[in-house]
C-alpha cells in the first residue's frame, strides 16, 4: 500500500502564518497548507515539511529519524511529507515559500544570504 502525497494547487500559494528565528541562526516558518519550512543557519539548505492528517505517529518518527529529531518540527501525530534541498537547488513548487522565508532571515540576521538562482527565478502569474 503506497502513502498518497496530499494533493496541492500550484495556483494557491500558503500564507505566512507564523515565523521564528533559533538563537543558532536557523528559521522556521510555518504556512497555510500546514506546510513547515526549516532554513539551515546559513540560509543555504532548508527541510520542507508538509502535514498530512494521520494518527500513525510512529511512522512518522520512523520515517525520518533526523527530521523527528529536530525541536523545531513536531513529527509525533502527523505523516508527513519531508524534503530536504539545498537552496540554490530548490524544486519550484518550493521557491515562493524559500523567498518568503529567507527575504525575513535576510532582514534580521547579520549575515545574509543572497542565491542567484532564485532571484533569476521569476514567479508565475497568479
Sequence with gaps: MMNKQPETSLHVRPSLLRICVAQDGRLKANFSDNSILVLNASGSGFVHCLHASS???????QASPAVAASPLVNTTDCNPVISRQLSEYALSR????LRVALEFRNMHLDQ???CQSLLRKE???Q
Design 55 to 61: 494518527n500513525s505517529g510512529l511512522q512518522c518518527a
Design 94 to 97: 518550493h521557491i515562493p515559500q
Design 112 to 114: 545574509p544570504f543572497f
Design 123 to 125: 514567479p508565475r502569474p
